[in-house]
């Protein structure tokens, strides 16, 4: 069984940073594709980054391109988010994502880190 446990979160002033971190506990961490996703109040979740596995290609929604950084490292079997120049719009919970790669996809969640932005 997949745990995924994100830690990091807190409360940021606007332009400052933080760095996510998402602790999978389990089998096989590099077959499965890893991506953040969070979920403002009142809004649906949406995805915010993933990156592929192995290899490590990473795609991010259009609004924090340039800003945040997805990255993982295998043998810690563990995923990362950069969050640079934060605005109070990226206020929300965050949440990492696990998808298993082949012919029955697998998906896990974690149970969320809040992110605030505020001055």
């Known amino acids: 069984q997949v745990q995924l446990v994100e830690s990091g979160g807190g409360l940021v002033q606007p332009g400052g940073s933080l760095r996510l971190s998402c602790t999978f506990s389990g089998f096989s961490f590099s077959r499965y594709a890893m991506s953040w996703y969070r979920q403002a109040p009142g809004k649906e979740r949406e995805l915010v980054a993933a990156i592929t596995s192995p290899g490590g290609s990473a795609n991010y929604t259009d609004s924090v391109k340039g800003r945040f950084t997805i990255s993982r490292d295998n043998a810690k079997k563990s995923v990362f988010l950069q969050l640079n120049s934060l605005k109070p719009e990226d206020t929300a919970v965050y949440y990492c994502?696990?998808?298993?790669?082949?012919?029955?996809?697998?998906?896990?969640w974690g149970q969320g880190t809040q992110v605030t932005v505020s001055s």
């Open positions: 994502n696990a998808l298993s790669v082949g012919l029955v996809r697998y998906t896990y």
